[in-house]
């Protein structure tokens, strides 16, 4: 009889254990069974994979209401199981501590169950991050009320042959509390996981799409009819809203500046705003969109991760446009108000100090959000890295080369540069290296570092005026008068050649550097040339020589060439009309005084015979 009773009591202990592999039709106990298993496994795979899983806690929380209520029925099957097999279990201690194991899985379960349950309604209110945080707490408060330390004692009396049977099924207890404890502390310090939804439901999202659908039913993977109306009209909005918004932003800013911009300038601010503002407006419409597609379900993390961090440089673009007017024309009327004597390189470095600090918190928000620990990140910065510093300070001067050369804008991929002996285009900057192509068609890799301490010249940082310089020549009969003449003519052609720069081919240009136009000259920092110098030079030893010097609008080499020659031409045509000749090197002689033998010579010639006869 005993015998048949402990086979029945060994059966009723496993059907509890079972019974929990019932729970897995709901997505979110699915994962906690995944997220267990990996648990008990050890490597950096296991880490990337927990990672992934925890990623999909959002999503795997919505569940149906018909689902709740069969994991529920699921769940009291099994308490009132467990509550039987105690009772008969009484003179057992190995069985009796079976079933209290089991009947704290199941309470634990009980426990996280309760937690969706209500997690689930809750989101369905108007509710705040704080009543979610709270329900977490709660919930980790009574996981830690299950009292696995009276299991561990009560193993002490249990027989060695049947302790280690029971030791694996209390370390099974402990993993899956400290699996829902990592959840719940997941969900805790990511709170807004679960508080995306509510806005559309106080919008009554759902409502409207459901309409649509029921009118013309369409629906692939996501996607259905009603919701791609919606998002087309949401990103139509924000289209719409940008131009406003840049409107907006700078008669806030003039008026809390009191700076009264002309309406040129104003254009130009406007049309700069609006590119980073389109990017944040067009970034926010695909977020809205996305959340849209995935209702009533939460989108990945990572999406989100990649819309937070995309807001983060639209962003600081913005804040670098902002500076770059705002700031400009503030420290400019700031320090011309009180201080007089303020360099303007002054000004410049301290605009050049705000990008850099915008851009320090933009990576540093950015490291955040991907989830990398700001404060271990700056910290980590100490001794060990001065040693890696030391041991690899070729490498890094190279890469800080090549954030000076992309911060200081110094050229860029197409220039044509000259440095230290180089010079070609540029094909590539890289980390540690630029790649350069010379202009014998070789592939030179440059270090960065080169181009800190060398001077650069930048060939392509011009947009109207490349030079054209020459010495004309003339013979010495020319008279003043044609001279005068012919300088004049040479400079009525270059004025009216459509190839020679004038102020009127950049005097209408529209950019950034008008608002810069008190700390650096403006035509000289774009590169606009157009100064037209022709004027008599030099009494040479055998010419008279007139010196030209021009620019042509264009600046590559094949029509500066083609203009070179025009001009060339033109100008030979000038000296023609003007009665003038170039000259080339010639020596006049002069004798005074000849030997009379030489004199009596020169008459007997034949050629003075010939005369006389």
């Given at each position: 009889?005993?015998?048949?009773?402990?086979?029945?009591?060994?059966?009723m202990a496993?059907?509890?254990?079972?019974?929990?592999?019932?729970y897995?039709?709901v997505?979110?106990?699915?994962?906690?069974?995944?997220?267990?298993?990996?648990?008990?496994q050890e490597?950096?795979?296991q880490?990337?994979?927990?990672?992934?899983l925890?990623a999909?806690?959002?999503?795997?929380?919505?569940?149906?209401?018909?689902?709740?209520?069969?994991l529920q029925?699921?769940?009291?099957?099994?308490?009132?199981?467990?509550?039987?097999?105690?009772?008969?279990?009484?003179n057992?201690?190995?069985n009796?501590?079976?079933?209290?194991?089991?009947?704290?899985?199941?309470?634990?379960q009980?426990?996280?169950?309760?937690?969706?349950?209500?997690?689930?309604?809750?989101?369905?209110?108007?509710?705040?991050?704080?009543?979610?945080?709270?329900l977490?707490?709660?919930?980790?408060?009574?996981?830690?009320?299950?009292?696995?330390?009276q299991?561990?004692?009560?193993?002490?009396?249990?027989?060695?042959?049947?302790?280690?049977a029971?030791?694996?099924?209390?370390?099974?207890?402990?993993?899956?509390?400290?699996?829902?404890?990592?959840?719940?502390n997941?969900?805790?310090?990511?709170?807004?996981?679960?508080?995306?939804?509510?806005?559309?439901?106080?919008?009554?999202v759902?409502?409207?799409?459901?309409k649509?659908?029921?009118?013309?039913p369409?629906?692939?993977?996501k996607?259905?009819?009603?919701?791609?109306?919606?998002?087309?009209?949401?990103?139509?909005?924000?289209?719409?809203?940008?131009?406003?918004?840049?409107?907006?932003?700078?008669?806030?800013?003039?008026s809390i500046?009191?700076?009264?911009?002309?309406?040129?300038?104003?254009?130009?601010?406007?049309?700069?705003?609006v590119?980073?503002?389109?990017?944040?407006?067009?970034?926010?419409?695909?977020?809205?969109c996305?959340?849209?597609?995935?209702?009533?379900q939460?989108?990945?993390?990572?999406?989100?991760?990649i819309?937070?961090?995309?807001?983060?440089?639209?962003?600081?673009?913005?804040?670098?446009?902002?500076?770059?007017?705002?700031?400009?024309?503030?420290?400019?009327?700031?320090?011309?108000?009180?201080?007089?004597n303020?360099?303007?390189?002054?000004?410049n470095?301290?605009?050049?100090?705000?990008?850099?600090?915008?851009?320090?918190?933009?990576?540093?928000?950015?490291?955040?959000?991907?989830?990398f620990?700001?404060?271990?990140?700056?910290?980590?910065?100490?001794?060990?890295?001065?040693?890696?510093?030391?041991?690899?300070?070729?490498?890094?001067?190279?890469?800080?080369?090549?954030?000076?050369?992309?911060?200081?804008n110094?050229?860029?991929?197409g220039?044509w540069?000259?440095?230290?002996?180089?010079?070609?285009?540029?094909?590539?900057?890289?980390?540690?290296?630029?790649?350069?192509?010379?202009f014998?068609?070789?592939?030179?890799?440059?270090?960065?570092?080169?181009?800190?301490?060398?001077?650069?010249c930048?060939?392509?940082?011009?947009?109207?005026?490349?030079?054209i310089?020459?010495?004309?020549?003339?013979?010495?009969?020319?008279?003043?008068?044609?001279?005068q003449?012919?300088?004049?003519?040479?400079?009525?052609?270059?004025?009216n050649?459509?190839?020679?720069?004038?102020?009127?081919?950049?005097?209408?240009?529209?950019?950034?550097?008008?608002?810069?136009?008190?700390?650096?000259?403006?035509d000289?920092?774009?590169g606009?040339k157009?100064t037209?110098?022709?004027?008599?030079?030099?009494?040479?030893?055998?010419t008279?020589?007139?010196?030209?010097s021009?620019?042509?609008t264009?600046?590559?080499?094949?029509?500066?060439v083609?203009?070179?020659?025009?001009?060339?031409?033109?100008?030979?045509?000038?000296?023609?009309d003007?009665?003038?000749?170039?000259?080339?090197?010639?020596?006049?002689?002069?004798?005074?005084n000849?030997?009379?033998?030489?004199?009596?010579?020169?008459?007997?010639?034949?050629?003075?015979?010939?005369?006389?006869?």
């Amino acid at each position: 009889m005993k015998c048949f009773l402990a086979i029945f009591l060994f059966f009723m202990a496993l059907v509890p254990l079972n019974a929990s592999m019932e729970y897995d039709f709901v997505p979110f106990f699915n994962l906690l069974r995944k997220l267990e298993a990996l648990n008990q496994q050890e490597g950096d795979a296991q880490t990337a994979q927990k990672d992934a899983l925890l990623a999909e806690i959002p999503e795997s929380l919505d569940t149906k209401k018909d689902k709740l209520s069969l994991l529920q029925a699921a769940l009291d099957k099994d308490k009132s199981k467990v509550k039987s097999a105690l009772e008969k279990a009484k003179n057992s201690p190995t069985n009796t501590l079976r079933y209290q194991i089991q009947s704290a899985q199941i309470d634990a379960q009980a426990l996280m169950f309760d937690w969706l349950k209500r997690t689930l309604e809750l989101r369905k209110q108007v509710h705040t991050q704080e009543q979610i945080s709270t329900l977490i707490q709660s919930t980790l408060a009574s996981l830690d009320s299950l009292y696995i330390e009276q299991y561990e004692a009560a193993l002490f009396d249990i027989p060695a042959a049947q302790k280690a049977a029971l030791e694996k099924r209390l370390n099974q207890l402990r993993n899956e509390i400290a699996s829902y404890h990592e959840v719940l502390n997941y969900l805790n310090a990511n709170s807004a996981l679960l508080d995306d939804n509510s806005f559309f439901d106080s919008l009554g999202v759902e409502t409207i799409i459901n309409k649509i659908n029921t009118w013309i039913p369409f629906s692939f993977w996501k996607f259905n009819l009603g919701k791609l109306i919606v998002c087309a009209i949401i990103l139509a909005f924000f289209w719409c809203l940008r131009r406003i918004l840049a409107v907006a932003t700078v008669k806030i800013i003039s008026s809390i500046f009191h700076y009264q911009e002309s309406m040129d300038k104003r254009t130009v601010i406007i049309k700069n705003l609006v590119r980073p503002l389109s990017y944040i407006l067009l970034f926010n419409g695909f977020d809205i969109c996305w959340e849209i597609i995935y209702y009533p379900q939460n989108p990945p993390e990572l999406v989100s991760k990649i819309f937070d961090i995309s807001y983060i440089v639209s962003a600081a673009w913005f804040f670098v446009i902002i500076i770059e007017y705002y700031g400009t024309i503030f420290l400019t009327t700031f320090s011309r108000k009180h201080y007089q004597n303020v360099r303007a390189e002054i000004v410049n470095l301290i605009l050049k100090v705000l990008y850099s600090i915008v851009v320090i918190i933009a990576a540093l928000a950015i490291l955040a959000r991907m989830g990398f620990n700001i404060t271990t990140l700056v910290a980590s910065l100490g001794i060990g890295g001065l040693a890696v510093a030391l041991a690899t300070k070729d490498i890094l001067a190279n890469f800080f080369a090549s954030v000076m050369i992309l911060f200081d804008n110094a050229f860029s991929q197409g220039d044509w540069i000259s440095c230290n002996k180089i010079e070609g285009t540029v094909v590539e900057i890289g980390l540690r290296r630029t790649t350069i192509r010379t202009f014998d068609n070789a592939l030179l890799f440059v270090p960065n570092s080169v181009f800190v301490n060398d001077a650069i010249c930048n060939w392509n940082r011009r947009k109207v005026g490349r030079r054209i310089k020459m010495t004309i020549g003339l013979t010495y009969d020319a008279t003043a008068d044609k001279l005068q003449k012919c300088i004049d003519d040479i400079i009525h052609m270059l004025e009216n050649h459509k190839g020679i720069a004038k102020k009127s081919d950049y005097a209408d240009a529209s950019t950034l550097m008008t608002i810069r136009q008190e700390l650096v000259s403006i035509d000289d920092y774009e590169g606009n040339k157009s100064t037209i110098e022709v004027y008599l030079d030099n009494f040479g030893d055998s010419t008279i020589d007139i010196s030209v010097s021009c620019f042509t609008t264009a600046i590559s080499k094949a029509a500066w060439v083609a203009t070179k020659q025009s001009v060339l031409f033109e100008i030979m045509r000038i000296v023609q009309d003007n009665g003038l000749s170039f000259a080339f090197p010639s020596q006049s002689v002069y004798v005074e005084n000849l030997p009379k033998d030489l004199q009596q010579l020169l008459l007997e010639s034949p050629k003075t015979k010939e005369q006389d006869s």
